[in-house]
């Protein structure tokens, strides 16, 4: 792709989690996933039902075909079971810039480490593969935890865009926009690796 020194998506691997680019083998393992109710209070419920799931995997394959977007399978490495997805969108080669966004977790995986480090890679790919200069994430501005989630990588908020978009069965949502740029990269890159560190002494 124009403007990108690597592929978009590659498997990231780390020591807690395998993300791996989305496929249709990871059809059911995902659906497994998504069944939990509670993964879906600020995002599109695509575990409701198998077909809504199996159009939300076709329009993910479409992307990854297109280089619109790279979504990935998440992929727990201790159990080898398929846990989430996350991925990247609002590809702009040209300006070396995309976000991190679509992200959702098994609630088992919560709180393990599993965000932390597949955050980590996606953001290791970006700046360190691809060549970005900016990463950007928005959640809805109601989400509290994603938000916390967000502030903690350390990503910089940078405000409220009102009414900014209607999500499926969320509705018209405020987001909340944060970033990350190439400068802030080294202390974000030694603040996860540090939070992971901890994780790991503390399992």
Known sequence: MTGFDAPLTVRL?????????LAEEHADGLWEAARPPEIWAWLAHIGESRDYFDRWLRISLDAARSGEEGPFATRERRSGKLIGSSRYLNVRAADRALEIGWTWLTPGAWGTGANVEAKLLML???FERLGCLRVEFKTDAR?????A????LPARFEGIMRKHMTVPDVGVRDSAYF????????????????????????S
């Open 13 to 21: 691997e780390g020591s807690l989690v395998a993300l791996e680019p």
């Open 143 to 147: 989400n509290e935890r994603s938000r």
């Open 179 to 202: 970033s990350i740029v190439d400068d802030e990269w080294p202390e974000v890159r030694a603040n996860l690796r540090r939070r992971l560190a901890t994780a790991a002494t503390d």
């Open 149 to 152: 989630a967000l502030a903690a």
């Open 124 to 126: 290791e790919h970006a």
